[in-house]
């Protein structure tokens, strides 16, 4: 049974930083693309930043870009986030999900997370 469990998540006053971390088990780690998303009050899940099976290549949304790193340790089939400067906009609940490909569209990823929440105060 093939499980990805967030962790990490929490209230953190503007400016701050949070690592989120995504725990696989169940699945051949280095054979997926990895991705964060993420859904906000009353909005659509998006996309924030994949990674690809070797951890070589990494692809940020705008929204978070210069403010977030991702990252991958597939020794410890683990996935990373790391969020610095965070805005209250970016309160949401962040979601991994692990895929073929590193693509943005959430219907691409094959397994999901049951999320984390971050909640960002002004």
């Known amino acids: 049974q093939v499980q990805l469990v967030e962790s990490g998540g929490g209230l953190v006053q503007t400016g701050g930083s949070l690592r989120l971390s995504c725990l696989a088990s169940g699945l051949t780690f280095s054979n997926f693309a990895m991705s964060w998303f993420r859904q906000g009050p009353g909005k659509e899940r998006e996309f924030v930043a994949a990674i690809n099976k070797r951890g070589g290549t990494t692809y940020s949304a705008d929204l978070v870009k210069g403010r977030s790193t991702i990252s991958r340790d597939n020794a410890k089939n683990i996935m990373y986030l790391q969020m610095n400067s965070l805005k209250p906009e970016d309160t949401a609940v962040y979601y991994c999900?692990?895929?073929?490909?590193?693509?943005?569209?959430?219907?691409?990823?094959?397994?999901w997370g049951q999320g984390t929440q971050v909640t960002v105060s002004a």
């Open positions: 999900a692990a895929g073929r490909y590193s693509v943005t569209a959430p219907g691409g990823y094959d397994y």
